[in-house]
């Protein structure tokens, strides 16, 4: 019940985007099409549960006892770096036109703030090797959520008449903080 609740706690309560305002870079940039935006967001599943499980291993097992927790910092982005190298060869080999599509987003994995966020937050709450885990995805799957719903609202906003003042960035900045209010919702389920 406990890995439960972390799961559904981190896909809505504690949404990276919605409640903590991190990755918002690949969040605007890349939620212009539905196909592109759930390309990113299993980017960035298959690179936060890796990255959960790694980073959760290399704390405790390496830094911990060789007393270089202080480290921790170089030591997840070292770890993420890696595994978005992997991802992007991965994505450039099966799907090109993907890989065309999410540009330069895909490399920025790396310094998108939601993933060492999730690494961060796993260490500090003290959690074990299946909670990080369990709460690593789910923030993943949150994140992915996000960015395909925003994406498929942006689609929609393209159809319609929006005036001038409002076209482009002001009105995705209005949706954004729009649907951050209705994750707001959730913070009393859990």
Same mark, same amino acid.
């Given at each position: 019940?406990?890995?439960?609740? @972390?799961?559904?706690?981190? %896909?809505?309560?504690?949404? /990276?985007?919605?409640?903590?305002?991190?990755?918002?870079?690949?969040f605007l940039g890349v939620s212009k099409k539905v196909e592109t935006a759930a390309g990113m967001g299993i980017a960035v599943? /298959?690179?936060?549960?890796?990255?959960? $499980?790694?980073?959760?291993?290399?704390?405790?097992?390496? *830094?911990?006892?060789?007393?270089?927790?202080? *480290?921790?910092? %170089?030591?997840?982005?070292? %770890?993420?770096? #890696?595994?978005?190298?992997?991802? &992007?060869?991965?994505?450039?080999? #099966?799907?090109? #036109?993907?890989?065309?599509? *999410?540009?330069?987003?895909?490399?920025?994995?790396?310094?998108?703030? $939601?993933?060492?966020?999730? @690494?961060?937050?796993?260490? &500090? #709450?003290? /959690?074990?090797?299946?909670k990080s885990l369990v709460n690593g995805v789910g923030a993943a799957v949150g994140f992915a959520l996000a960015i395909i719903?925003f994406a498929g609202v942006r689609e929609r906003l393209e159809k319609c008449p929006i005036p001038k003042p409002f076209q482009?960035?002001? %009105?995705?900045?209005? @949706?954004?903080?729009?649907?951050?209010?209705?994750? *707001?919702? /959730?913070?009393?389920?859990?």
């Amino acid at each position: 019940m406990d890995l439960f609740v @972390t799961l559904m706690a981190a %896909i809505f309560v504690n949404n /990276f985007i919605f409640s903590k305002f991190l990755g918002i870079c690949p969040f605007l940039g890349v939620s212009k099409k539905v196909e592109t935006a759930a390309g990113m967001g299993i980017a960035v599943i /298959f690179v936060i549960a890796l990255a959960s $499980a790694a980073t959760w291993l290399v704390y405790n097992y390496v *830094l911990v006892p060789l007393d270089l927790s202080y *480290l921790y910092n %170089i030591a997840f982005i070292l %770890i993420i770096a #890696s595994l978005v190298q992997f991802v &992007e060869m991965f994505i450039k080999k #099966s799907s090109p #036109s993907l890989y065309q599509a *999410l540009g330069v987003y895909l490399p920025l994995i790396t310094t998108n703030c $939601a993933v060492l966020g999730v @690494t961060v937050t796993n260490m &500090e #709450s003290g /959690f074990g090797f299946i909670k990080s885990l369990v709460n690593g995805v789910g923030a993943a799957v949150g994140f992915a959520l996000a960015i395909i719903l925003f994406a498929g609202v942006r689609e929609r906003l393209e159809k319609c008449p929006i005036p001038k003042p409002f076209q482009g960035f002001p %009105i995705t900045l209005i @949706t954004a903080g729009l649907m951050s209010i209705a994750f *707001l919702g /959730f913070s009393g389920m859990l």
